[in-house]
């Protein structure tokens, strides 16, 4: 892994110094994006703010690279096995698990605790009519999950309940899915349904009926987006680096990526984290960074 990441490092500051050839692709703008800073309920696009409520009314929090404010918490200090917590409202109106095509974008770090059922990052189900991301306790791995006369979904062996900001993307074209984690392909799909239901939509909680699926999420979650087109790789790539990379400078947050690689806690993550990083790199598409930043990302490389 270290003569890999040192290899690509060492080419991308040969390369940058000279220019990218290749372009990426950008992604569309989401119909609904909810950066869920400051107050946690505002949005961008074409559907309402969300409404903070529960027991545990959530909390700004720290995001993913250290903002004050830039996230929500969720169900702040709930032990094992004890179902508390809070959410974010979003109403009925955003109805897309009934669009034949869509990309929901979503960051979330899992702390722990909570109830033993699945915790809901999102949420739209009533009975039979099922559409959550998830969180499974028991196992740690995030879940996809869609029913409607039938169950289809993906639920990749992935352990993520371990402290740290993960990016969740899923994808849906007609039956066909997909679910990306920290940039990766996961998991796949050809069983995706179409529930329709009138509740409400619902970040870090359910709105069902039925008790088990009201399970509260126990951590931090970020930036939800949703788009009603299917994002391609590249477009993928390009909103997670977009996310993810945030300082104006290139070395600087190789630096910074190269430490939370280094810092995994398995070959799993390492991977992932690899993938979104090499991303980085190609989205410097057309871009000639300083001398001072291709040495740094030099020193990067031989000291990895």
Do not use: C
């Amino acid at each position: 892994m270290r003569s890999k990441l040192g290899l690509t490092l060492a080419l991308a500051a040969i390369l940058s110094l000279f220019g990218w050839a290749a372009a990426m692709a950008a992604a569309s703008d989401p119909a609904a994006h909810y950066p869920l800073d400051a107050n946690g309920t505002e949005s961008t696009g074409n559907y309402a703010a969300g409404v903070l409520g529960g027991p545990i009314v959530p909390t700004a929090t720290a995001d993913r690279n250290g903002v004050d404010a830039g996230a929500l918490l969720f169900g702040a200090g709930v032990p094992a096995g004890t179902n508390n917590g809070g959410h974010v409202d979003l109403g009925t109106a955003l109805n897309f698990p009934t669009w034949p095509q869509y990309t929901v974008s979503v960051w979330f770090r899992h702390d722990g605790g909570g109830g033993i059922n699945t915790q809901k990052i999102l949420d739209k189900t009533w009975y039979f009519q099922d559409w959550y991301l998830g969180v499974v306790p028991y196992n740690g791995r995030p879940i996809w999950n869609t029913y409607s006369g039938g169950g289809g979904g993906i639920y990749p062996d992935i352990f993520v309940m371990d402290g740290a900001w993960h990016q969740l993307t899923v994808t849906r074209s007609g039956a066909d899915g997909e679910m990306w984690i920290d940039g990766e392909l996961l998991g796949t799909a050809d069983n995706i349904k179409t529930p329709t239901n009138s509740r409400r939509l619902m970040i870090g909680y359910s709105d069902a009926g039925d008790g088990n699926q009201r399970y509260y999420f126990n951590g931090a979650i970020d930036d939800l987006r949703i788009y009603d087109v299917v994002l391609t790789p590249d477009q993928l790539a390009t909103e997670l680096i977009d996310a993810v990379f945030t300082e104006d400078s290139v070395a600087a947050s190789a630096a910074a990526k190269t430490a939370s690689i280094a810092s995994a806690p398995n070959d799993k993550a390492r991977a992932g984290k690899l993938g979104a990083f090499n991303r980085f790199l190609r989205a410097q598409t057309g871009k000639t960074i300083s001398a001072a930043d291709a040495a740094l990302l030099s020193n990067l490389a031989a000291n990895l």
